[in-house]
């Protein structure tokens, strides 16, 4: 698959989640406008959530089917393209959310860090059968970075009950199952691209493993999501996304090295340069996010 087909299909998608989710933000805001509390309405129950959650799930659809024509070292970091549509939808969505000049330039480096992984990372993608994947389950560098993601988690959720979730809180949990999400669809992905190639359904019919990576796949989704709409209810779209981007792709990049191995198709040079890619986008989300709490914090002292 070519680079330039890869980041176009990425860009339509990236904007369709970003329509998503800023439509959920949308209606939640108004919601939050209602001075009678008794009178406000779940998630569920208002219909522009739920159209942002079409849009969203639809999004996810042509997701699946991308993600298993490119590497997962490939996919993860064109994910920060997102970031450039937030950007530019947020304050249609939200007036009082503005955009700024250091907002445009941290997300110039954004891209330029993006652009960096693209060009080197590796575009080997073969196709991996049930057998494999359990082999890369049971890699015991994949199982120490699970465990890792586990007490991660945990140390999270506890520190939250505690201390009371904050941005990083709800951002830094959605991004790690955002990271673990993506390494089981690609998987199922890979699956259901190995029977159509062999035109065989075995490993689906023989076996409740590709059940069981569908069912954790539609979990991870739906905690992701969860706490991700409660960080965008309390608080800007222009702060929640770009953390919840950093930590996503800090997750999903290891990840998909670690699982389906990939750094082994990378040479030296191509690995020195990936790694500077990520380096610069992970620059440029933590500029974006310093403007915004300069933008914001004033605001909530007043």
């Given at each position: 698959m070519g680079v330039i087909y890869v980041?176009?299909?990425?860009?339509?998608?990236?904007?369709g989640a970003a329509v998503g989710i800023?439509?959920?933000?949308m209606s939640m805001n108004k919601e939050e406008q209602r001075r009678d509390e008794s009178l406000r309405r779940p998630p569920i129950q208002q219909p522009l959530w739920c159209l942002g959650m079409a849009i969203i799930i639809l999004d996810a659809c042509g997701d699946f089917v991308f993600i298993g024509m490119a590497p997962q070292s490939l996919l993860a970091p064109l994910g920060s393209l997102g970031l450039g549509w937030n950007i530019i939808l947020a304050p249609l969505f939200h007036p009082n959310e503005k955009v700024t000049r250091s907002i445009v330039l941290a997300t110039?480096?954004?891209?330029?860090?993006?652009?960096?992984?693209?060009?080197?990372?590796?575009?080997?993608t073969p196709t991996y059968d049930l057998e494999k994947i359990i082999q890369f389950a049971s890699n015991l560098h994949f199982i120490e970075y699970f465990i890792c993601c586990t007490v991660f988690q945990c140390c999270a959720f506890l520190h939250g009950n505690l201390r009371g979730y904050g941005i990083v809180h709800y951002c830094s949990i959605a991004g790690c199952f955002g990271g673990l999400c993506i390494i089981l669809a690609k998987s199922c992905s890979e699956l259901a691209k190995n029977a159509i190639i062999s035109k065989s359904t075995q490993d689906w019919t023989t076996s409740i493993i590709p059940s069981v990576l569908v069912f954790a796949m539609i979990a991870t989704v739906l905690i992701q999501m969860s706490f991700l709409n409660t960080g965008l209810a309390k608080f800007d779209?222009?702060?929640?996304?770009p953390v919840y981007?950093?930590?996503?792709?800090a997750f999903s990049i290891t990840g998909g090295l670690i699982f389906f191995q990939e750094y082994q198709y990378m040479k030296k040079v191509e690995g020195v340069m990936?790694?500077?890619g990520i380096f610069i986008t992970l620059i440029g989300v933590m500029l974006l996010v310093r403007q915004r709490k300069r933008v914001?914090?004033?605001?909530?002292?007043?």
């Open positions: 980041i176009a299909c990425s860009l339509i998608l990236s904007f800023n439509i959920q933000k110039v480096v954004i891209y330029i860090g993006t652009i960096t992984t693209v060009i080197y990372a590796t575009d080997s779209a222009l702060v929640v996304v981007q950093s930590f996503w792709n990936y790694s500077i914001v914090l004033p605001t909530h002292i007043d």
